[in-house]
C-alpha cells in the first residue's frame, strides 16, 4: 500500500525541543538549531497580531505583497521570486517541479541533510561528493566530475553544518559547468553577505533558496523563498500549495522586510559573540573549532569522553547543543553549536570547559 522508500527513510531529525525535557528550574539555553536568540521587532509582532483578527479568512494565494518587498530586498524583479512555508517548502517544490525516480542528485557532504530527505522521497539516486579530507572545501571540479548525468545539484553556501561558504568563482564554474539545475542554499547568507543571487537571471539552471527563519528570527512562521529565473519562478508557483504561508506570517514577513536596521543591529551582536565564542573554544585543547560565516560553530571531538557523554552533561545543566556526527559525510564526532545571547554562550562555555578541565 506504502511506497518502498518509506522503509528506509528516517524521519528528518531536528534539534530537540526544550517542551521535550525537564529542567528542574533551570533556564533553557538552545543553541541547537541554528535559531536568531533575539525575538523580532515590537512592529513585526503587532503585525502578526492585527492579521489574527483576519484568521477567519484565507490568505492572498498569489502574496503578491510579500513577493514585492522580497524583490526590493533582493533586487530582482518580481517575476524572479518564488515563495514558500519556510525554505523546506520552497526546496520541496524544487523537487516536486523537477525530480522523477532514479533521477541522479549530487550532493556534498556534510551538508543540510533536509536536501537528501526531499530528494530521497522521489526515489532518486543519490551520490555523495566527500569534503572531509578536505578540510570541508566545496570545490567545482568535485562537483562536476560527480555530475554527470546529473538532474539536480545542491550546494549549501555557508554550509552548513561546516559554516563555510563555497567560493564564488566555483559555484558560477558548477553552474556554467552542468546541464543540471543548481540549487544554492543560502539560508545563512545574511551572516556573511555573500550571494549569488544576482546571477540568476543569466542562469535558467540556477536557483538560490533563502530563509527568514535566521537573521529575521521568524522560524516559528514559516516563511521561506527562492530567486530564479522568470520562467523557473512560475514553474515552482505552479507546484506551491496555494495558502501555505498564513496570514499573520506573511504581514510579519513584510513588517520584518521594513526593520532591516534592528536586525542589522542584532546581526553585529551576533557576529561579535560568534568570533568570542570561536576564541573561546579554540583555547580548549582537546576541540577543534572551524572557522564559521553562519550563526553557528562546528566543533570536532575527541574520542573520550563520548559524544553522548558531552550531550548529557551540557544537557543537565540546561544547555541543549546538536550532536551532527552522524551525518552523511563526517567520520569524527562533532558538535555543532548555535550563537546565542552573551549569557548563554557563557554557560555553554563553562559547560565545556569543566568537562575537559576534568578529562
Do not use: W
Not at 521594513?258 to 580548549?284: A, D, H, P, T, W
Amino acid at each position: 500500500m506504502l511506497r518502498g522508500v518509506l522503509e528506509v527513510l528516517q524521519p528528518y531529525e531536528a534539534g530537540k525541543s526544550i517542551d521535550d525535557v525537564s529542567l528542574e528550574g533551570k533556564k533553557p539555553v538552545k543553541l541547537n538549531s541554528n535559531e536568531n536568540p533575539y525575538p523580532p521587532p515590537a512592529e513585526v509582532i503587532r503585525a502578526a497580531l492585527e492579521a489574527l483578527k483576519k484568521a477567519n479568512r484565507y490568505p492572498d494565494s498569489s502574496y503578491r505583497r510579500l513577493k514585492k518587498k522580497l524583490s526590493d530586498y533582493a533586487g530582482l524583479p518580481m517575476e524572479h521570486v518564488t515563495v514558500g512555508s519556510g525554505a523546506s517548502e520552497v526546496l520541496d517544490n524544487i523537487c516536486k517541479a523537477v525530480l522523477e525516480p532514479l533521477d541522479k542528485v549530487v550532493l556534498p557532504v556534510p551538508s543540510y541533510t533536509m536536501h537528501l530527505f526531499l530528494s530521497m522521497i522521489r526515489d532518486v539516486h543519490p551520490v555523495y561528493v566527500e569534503t572531509e579530507d578536505k578540510g570541508f572545501k566545496i570545490c567545482a571540479e568535485d562537483i562536476l566530475s560527480a555530475s554527470q548525468g546529473a538532474k539536480l545539484i545542491f550546494l549549501c553556501s555557508p554550509n552548513n553544518p561546516t559554516g563555510l561558504t563555497i567560493d564564488r568563482e566555483e559555484i558560477m564554474a558548477v553552474v556554467e559547468g552542468t546541464k543540471a539545475m543548481v540549487v544554492v542554499d543560502e539560508a545563512y547568507h545574511e551572516f556573511c553577505g555573500k550571494t549569488v543571487a544576482g546571477s540568476v537571471q543569466e542562469h535558467e539552471n540556477l536557483v538560490v533558496v533563502r530563509s527568514m527563519s535566521k537573521f529575521f528570527a521568524l522560524a516559528g512562521l514559516r516563511i521561506g523563498y527562492a530567486l530564479a529565473s522568470s520562467d523557473i519562478a512560475q514553474s515552482l508557483e505552479k507546484v506551491r500549495l496555494p495558502f501555505g504561508i498564513s496570514l499573520p506570517a506573511a504581514e510579519a514577513a513584510i513588517k520584518a522586510l521594513e526593520n532591516l536596521k534592528y536586525y542589522e543591529s542584532i546581526k553585529k551582536e551576533i557576529l561579535g559573540e560568534r568570533e568570542r565564542v570561536f576564541q573561546e573554544i579554540s583555547g580548549i585543547e582537546a576541540l577543534e573549532v572551524l572557522p564559521s560565516e553562519a550563526n553557528f560553530l562546528l566543533v570536532g571531538l575527541p574520542d573520550t569522553p563520548s559524544v553522548d557523554e558531552i550531550i548529557k552533561a551540557l544537557g543537565d545543566n540546561g544547555v541543549f547543543v546538536r550532536d551532527v556526527s552522524k551525518m552523511p559525510g563526517l567520520r569524527k564526532n562533532y558538535l555543532r553549536i548555535t550563537i546565542g545571547k552573551r549569557e548563554e554562550n557563557n554557560r555553554m562555555l563553562s559547560g565545556l570547559k569543566k568537562l575537559f578541565s576534568s578529562c
